[in-house]
């Protein structure tokens, strides 16, 4: 016998996962107050959002309850399957990486500050300074 070797997550498995996170973020709810919900622990919730466990189709769908989605929420962008895009938010190269954003506390601040924004004209001043900064650590970080 060899010695086992510690698995990877499936891609579908850590993308569902992704998912479950981002959308508790976005509601502002803590992994307690959702395994609560689940009566599940906290860590078992971060080992369904990293996708160390896997989700069953039962889990899933009491978690979907739970945080106001359909199921296929999270399939949306999963990867193996077919683009899916209805916000516009694609971009080539760089599929999946609203999820990664969004599955930090960074860009879910980011995107409630900015959608408490109602000024259109706010709106793109704040895009074109984000851009901006970008731009600007590109260039420090390649000198």
């Known amino acids: 016998m060899t010695a086992s070797k ?3 997550p499936n891609p579908i498995d850590k993308h569902v996962g992704a998912r479950v996170r981002m959308r508790r973020m976005l509601m502002g709810m ?8 689940l009566e599940l622990t906290f860590q078992q919730v ?12 039962s ?10 989605v359909p199921v296929e ?8 399957g ?9 971009e ?3 599929q ?13 601040a980011l995107s409630k500050a900015f959608i408490r924004i109602k000024n259109p004209k706010v709106r793109r001043r704040v895009i074109e300074l984000v851009a901006a900064l970008a731009e600007e650590d590109m260039a420090e970080s390649a000198a």
Do not use: C, H, W
């Open 6 to 8: 510690e698995k990877s």
């Open 46 to 57: 971060q080992k369904y959002e990293k996708g160390t466990n896997r989700i069953s189709a």
């Open 82 to 90: 077919e683009p899916r895009d209805p916000a516009g938010f694609a």
């Open 59 to 68: 889990r899933l769908q009491q978690i979907a309850k739970i945080l106001a």
């Open 96 to 108: 999946g990486y609203v999820s990664d954003f969004m599955g930090t506390a960074e860009g879910v």
């Open 30 to 37: 803590s992994q307690e107050r959702l395994g609560d919900a």
């Open 92 to 94: 080539a190269g760089g």
């Open 73 to 80: 929420f999270f399939f949306e962008g999963a990867p193996g």
